[in-house]
């Protein structure tokens, strides 16, 4: 069954602290996996693709990992600001088309002074 | 450029009365869907179109229609709504030449008493 886990459920850190989201998938064939931000009341926003090749890619202060083998993802967030509080989804493509996404629930994070 | 926008905000509706959720994207992207978001569950698709002139199922269509006459709009209909329809709607839209990424709508927040 093709399925999208992520952990923690949600976390707490203080303000310039780093953290790091998991993400562990069975969604086979894939061909991209995602990291979206969405924060409280609005739409999820893109933040780092890779295709199945790729095993990191950075926007900021946010780098995404990929190891395809293990079928894990992660999301590290460096030098946390409060204005990272929001939900972390990860999304799988099977490769099958953009109609074929698998979202994982995601990971409440909560950046406190 | 407003990207996707999505009418209305929010919405109370009785039981059993008909509702159209609208979504305009600016964009000219040429796909576009409708999700679900739901406390405790990932996105999950409802429709979705691929193009002006077709639409397809997602993975939970029933009680939901949709139509695509044009490239820019996809108005989502509840024919007759039922209290497990209460959530939180989101509309994307992607394009092939920007990898597919999907870009959400501010969501609208439907109670169905």
């Known amino acids: 069954k093709n399925q999208v886990e992520q952990s923690p459920q949600s976390l707490i850190i203080l303000e310039g602290k780093n953290c790091t989201l998991q993400?562990?998938?069975?969604?086979?064939?894939?061909?991209?996996l995602r990291w979206y931000k969405q924060d409280t009341g609005r739409g999820p926003v893109s933040l780092t693709i890779m295709t199945f090749s790729e095993n990191t890619k950075s926007n900021g202060r946010y780098t995404a990992t990929l190891d395809a083998d293990t079928k894990q993802s992660s999301l590290h967030i460096t030098a946390s600001q409060l204005s990272d509080s929001a939900s972390y989804i990860c999304v799988v493509d099977l490769q099958t088309g953009a109609n074929n996404l698998f979202f994982g629930t995601g990971t409440r994070l909560t950046v406190i002074p | 450029t407003a990207g996707i926008t999505q009418a209305p905000t929010s919405q109370i509706l009785a039981a059993g009365r008909s509702m159209t959720l609208r979504c305009t994207q600016d964009?000219?992207?040429?796909?576009m869907y409708w999700y679900r978001q739901d406390l405790g569950l990932g996105l999950r698709l409802i429709h979705y179109?691929?193009?002006?002139?077709?639409?397809g199922k997602g993975e939970v269509p029933d009680g939901y229609s949709v139509s695509r006459a044009n490239t820019d709009d996809f108005p989502l209909t509840l024919a007759s709504a039922v209290p497990s329809q209460t959530s939180v709607y989101f509309c994307a839209s992607s394009d092939m030449a920007e990898g597919d990424t999907q870009y959400f709508g501010p969501g609208t927040r439907l109670t169905v008493l």
């Open positions: 179109s691929n193009t002006a002139g077709t639409t």
């Open positions: 964009m000219r992207h040429n796909a």
């Open positions: 993400c562990n998938y069975t969604v086979s064939p894939f061909s991209n």
